[in-house]
């Protein structure tokens, strides 16, 4: 093979050259930090040892949401959703392992865990929304969605990394459907409706502080001395005794993605539980911090355009010295 | 009549051939599948699901399709931007693929949209969200589709009576387009990258990485360049059209593929090892497969190109072009959806009607491009010599 190694070496820099520039102005990429708590952000707590796995919460979302039933057996007797969907904010899942006879053990016993959605402090769905349809209100944090003003891209659907949002399909009309801690109740003065119909205080409602505060408490208890347990909100006094389980230090929401308004505690790990295991770091914190690197106040685009403005018309100059007439 | 750039005259020829009502015929299946999502939703035409949002029509018609449109782009860099005038018989061919590209994937855009009665909405103040990728990826493309339109305007302009006395005007500011033209590719072509970085780990690692937006604007330059010199030697063949004065700038252009190629390679494998994801090439299964290839196919031109007598041969640079192309493609292919694993239980491929859909705008698009060159005056007419025609009969 007769190559040219000049030639080839020349073209190999020229190239290089200009990657290598860009890739230089996309290092100092890591910029942005994970977002702040909101000042009076709200959120869920839910405590897998306290959960019987009765659902009244996947029924009290539906009716509170007016969403209708999700079948997935042939008889379409009830509803029985397999996962969140657009017809299904919130469910139950049950981890089971070897005989599953103990409850809150990781070997040859079972746990319960809920799924909707984290409430994230720096949310992927909020930062990729195009058209600002998916927002997080400044003092509550609640991640709420206006179909009015959505276009139907589904970016949230594909960013979230837990895979929250859902689009519907079967329709012409299709909206996201996703767990918005029940905002249109709290406007009214009412908890979630899932805090709310919760027999045990496995979903407990209540302002962060008061669930970090939670939280410590229940981190500081000794397992199997006499606990106390609150239903519905922390600082409800509606209380409940039950001897305190061996928790997990890790509170999953605590750290994850930057931080969630609904947190978790349980005795199983909560890969176990099929919780995703995140980084601390918020993901819009990478992609924001790209693009505001490239593009704060368009400066730099605006640079790049001026250059480019004289160098086309000094080609359009050249063209009209030999007129081609 | 004195126009402007005389040596621009359309092909002429027959408008129905076999080619084109295949063409006709595959566009129009695709119209009466896109009516049937309107009504239906996407769900009745697609395999769109929620682990999988985002199918082959973002994949293919969006991402791919306007790489594959961005002739039009790497030829206003060399000929204008670096003001090489021996490439400016190439620009308006490449603009006119460029703005057929970008405006059916506007278009196809629309359609995957679930409310795109909405769509307005990217242009009001109050809703627009500059730190989604999306926006800047929308409103660069729209204004790009009609910054390509006013830079092949000339070509339009000439042809219509009424308009004629404007073109000299029109030329003067062309230059602002011009750059413009330059600037905003620049900008969304790499936001394309981008848009997959606020995913995380929900992309392999052998495709997520801070670069992405730095590895898919130069592969999609580099494509530019390739559907140039791909459409250069297609175009000779099916007019049997001389490219005989062309060579030479599709040598120098296959030239410039090489460089990038090379530095996209060190910059691909670079990033794998400073991630200390090297392993990840040769254990992830299906993942590797599609890794590898993309890798074998960036790597052909590179090869193919280091020999003279390649990049003199029509063979050689349609070769070394295509095998780009399908990189270039494969990538996009390989980063939007087989990188994507959002959790258990989801699968996609897309449904026969999803494809034809695809297949129809790429009909689409060919059969315009047809009519446009037979009609308008884009290719460059090179005065034949009897010994040219002879020789072009030959091949
Ligand atoms: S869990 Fe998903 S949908 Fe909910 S706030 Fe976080 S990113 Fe958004
Ligand atoms: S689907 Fe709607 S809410 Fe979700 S990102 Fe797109 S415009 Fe925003
Ligand atoms: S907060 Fe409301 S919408 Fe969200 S899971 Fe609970 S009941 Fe459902």
């Known amino acids: 093979m007769a190559v040219n190694r000049r030639d080839f070496l020349k073209g190999a820099a020229g190239g290089g050259a200009a990657l290598a520039t860009a890739a230089v102005a996309t290092a100092p990429a890591q910029a942005r930090e994970n977002k702040p708590m909101p000042p009076n952000a709200v959120g869920l707590l839910y405590d897998s040892t306290l959960c019987i796995g009765c659902k009244a919460c996947v029924a009290g979302c539906k009716e509170a949401n007016d969403l209708p039933p999700d079948f997935n057996t042939a008889e379409q007797l009830w509803d029985t959703p397999i996962d969140i969907g657009p017809k299904t904010f919130n469910v139950i899942k049950l981890y089971a392992s070897g005989t599953a006879e103990h409850k809150d053990q990781e070997e040859n016993g079972f746990a319960f865990v809920k799924k909707s959605c984290m409430h994230c402090v720096d949310p992927s769905c909020v930062s990729v929304c195009p058209v600002s349809a998916m927002t997080k209100d400044p003092q509550t944090g609640i991640v709420g969605y206006d179909p009015d003003i959505c276009i139907g891209c589904r970016y949230c659907v594909l960013s979230c990394p837990f895979g929250v949002p859902q689009a519907e399909y079967d329709t012409p009309t299709p909206k996201i459907k996703k767990c918005e801690m029940c905002r249109h109740r709290q406007a009214e003065g009412k908890i979630p409706a899932c805090a709310e119909v919760c027999p045990t205080g496995a979903t407990v409602f209540g302002p962060i502080a008061a669930i970090d505060a939670e939280i410590a408490r229940r981190r500081a208890m000794v397992p199997g001395e006499t606990a106390t347990f609150e239903r519905r909100t922390l600082g409800s006094g509606d209380v409940h005794e039950k001897a305190a389980p061996k928790y997990l230090e890790h509170v999953y929401g605590e750290k994850e993605v930057g931080g969630t308004q609904f947190r978790f505690m349980s005795s199983v790990e909560f890969e176990k539980l099929g919780m995703p295991a995140l980084r601390d770091k918020s993901y819009p914190s990478d992609s924001e911090g790209i693009q505001h690197t490239l593009y704060s106040g368009m400066i730099a685009p605006a640079v790049v355009f001026a250059g480019l403005v004289w160098a086309a018309k000094r080609a359009s100059h050249v063209e009209d010295e030999h007129p081609e007439e | ?395």
């Open chain 2, 1 to 395: 009549m004195a126009p402007f750039h005389q040596e621009h005259e359309p092909l002429g020829g027959k408008l129905v051939t076999k080619t084109t009502v295949v063409c006709a015929i595959l566009a129009l299946i695709a119209a009466f599948l896109l009516a049937k999502r309107m009504v239906l939703g996407l769900g009745s035409v697609t395999n769109l699901n929620n682990g999988f949002p985002w199918g082959i029509w973002i994949a293919y018609d969006v991402v791919i399709g306007t790489a594959f449109a961005c002739g039009g782009y790497a030829m206003a860099l060399v000929c204008y931007i670096l003001n090489k005038g021996e490439y400016h018989p190439l620009v308006r061919p490449a603009l006119l693929a460029s703005c057929f590209g970008y405006t059916l994937g506007g278009v196809s855009i629309l359609f995957d949209l679930g409310r795109w009665w909405n769509a307005w909405h990217i242009l009001v103040p109050q809703y627009m969200q500059p730190n989604s990728v999306m926006f800047e990826v929308a409103l660069c493309v729209m204004s790009y589709i009609l910054v390509l339109w006013i830079e092949f305007s000339p070509a339009i302009v000439s042809k219509v009576p009424a308009l004629r006395p404007h073109k000299r005007k029109l030329e003067k500011t062309l230059f602002v387009f011009v750059a413009l033209g330059c600037l905003l590719p620049t900008m969304h072509q790499s936001s394309l990258g981008t848009l997959l970085v606020v995913l995380g780990y929900q992309i392999h690692p052998l495709w997520q990485t801070p670069l992405l937006p730095v590895l898919f604007l130069s592969s999609a330059i580099c494509m530019g360049f390739s559907i140039v010199v791909f459409e250069a030697v297609l175009g000779s063949a099916g007019f049997k059209r001389s490219i005989k004065h062309e060579m030479p700038q599709l040598a120098k252009i296959a030239r410039i593929v090489q460089g990038f190629m090379v530095a996209y390679l060190v910059l691909r494998f670079g990033d794998l090892i400073v991630r200390g994801e090297l392993g990840a090439v040769f254990n992830s299964g299906l993942r590797s497969l599609m890794f590898l290839i993309e890798i074998v196919l960036f790597a052909t031109p590179i090869v193919l190109f280091s020999k003279q007598s390649n990049r003199d041969s029509r063979k050689g640079l349609f070769i070394g072009a295509v095998a780009m192309l399908l990189g270039g493609a494969l990538y996009r292919l390989d980063a939007f959806l087989v990188a994507y694993d959002t959790g258990p239980g989801w699968h996609y491929f897309p449904s026969v009607s999803e494809l034809m859909v695809t297949f129809g705008i790429i009909a689409a698009e060919v059969l315009l491009y047809i009519v446009f060159v037979r009609k308008l005056p884009v290719f460059y007419t090179h005065k034949l010599t009897a010994e040219d025609l002879a020789a072009a009969h030959e091949k």
